[in-house]
């Protein structure tokens, strides 16, 4: 694998190689099984893949949080060495070279901007989608791959993808998860011993919630998971939202379910000084 730092630097060697379709895996370093599992399946269909590290400054509403996400470069660099081939490249740009100048682009998302996380973190999307279309643009990829955990992310950039008319394709990977059933996540390595240990009892009580949909009604649902989670010492549900997989609708009664659209349930918690996201497939039909 090639290290790059300049966006000269990576299209120069992009263009010498001259293969396609181009694999591009976004990242923030800190990375984890989770991770390498989007490049491997940007490896099994590109002959040429991208991976760019990058914290980006611009989806941080809380400056702490900026300060405190966890960065760990050397070991990045040896989980990617065992999974990306010669050709492929790492793409380690700094602040400058993403933000030339300051990105004052308003994005706007419509539903997508006024549930879930988009209220919790105010302009955290926006910043998403300045990064992301920035990096697009320097990468210029034909194929972009990201992780459901981010469901609402996810859903943020393919409805990027058709405002703007780009031609890359995105697909969305499954969530990789410890063998206690957390979700993995860049995050988990800040959370302490006891937090830790009781960490699984998030995917446990979704999962759970997941089979009551067709005998419970959907509030009853939503009081069960924010009653089962905070019960657990340091633990406290921000929100359980059952949700479809495009415009991120709110469902509230089984009667606002649509034939042919998939819905998740989508939960974030604070753990401890940490906060947590998760997501679960809900079977309706």
Do not use: W
């Amino acid at each position: 694998m090639k290290v790059i730092k300049t966006g000269g630097d990576l299209q120069a060697t992009i263009g010498q190689l001259n293969k396609s379709p181009l694999g591009f895996v976004p990242t923030m370093g800190a990375l984890h099984e989770g991770h390498l599992s989007l490049v491997e399946s940007a490896a099994e269909i590109c002959p040429v893949v991208v991976v760019s590290i990058f914290v980006n400054p611009t989806q941080f509403n809380d400056k702490n949080d900026l300060r405190n996400y966890p960065r760990t470069p050397e070991k990045d660099m040896k989980l990617l060495d065992k999974v990306l081939r010669l050709n492929d490249m790492v793409f380690m740009p700094d602040v400058n070279e993403v933000y030339p100048q300051e990105d004052k682009r308003q994005f706007h998302f419509g539903n997508l901007d006024n549930v879930m996380e988009a209220l919790h973190r105010p302009g955290h999307f926006n910043g998403v989608a300045q990064v992301v279309s920035r990096l697009f643009e320097i990468v210029n990829p034909d194929i972009a791959f990201f992780g459901q955990k981010d469901f609402q992310q996810l859903a943020v950039i393919k409805d990027l993808i058709r405002q703007t008319g780009s031609k890359i394709s995105i697909i969305g990977n499954p969530i990789i998860r410890e063998d206690d059933g957390l979700a993995m996540s860049s995050r988990n390595t800040l959370l302490e011993p006891d937090i830790r240990k009781n960490a699984p009892v998030i995917f446990k009580t979704i999962s759970a919630a997941a089979l009551m949909i067709k005998e419970k009604e959907i509030p009853e649902i939503k009081m069960y998971v924010s009653e089962k989670i905070g019960r657990v010492q340091g633990f406290e549900v921000e929100y359980f939202e059952i949700v479809d997989d495009i415009e991120l609708i709110p469902v509230n009664s089984g009667n606002q379910f649509k034939r042919g659209r998939k819905y998740f349930g989508c939960i974030a918690v604070r753990a401890g000084k940490v906060r947590l996201i998760d997501n679960i497939e809900i079977g309706v039909t």
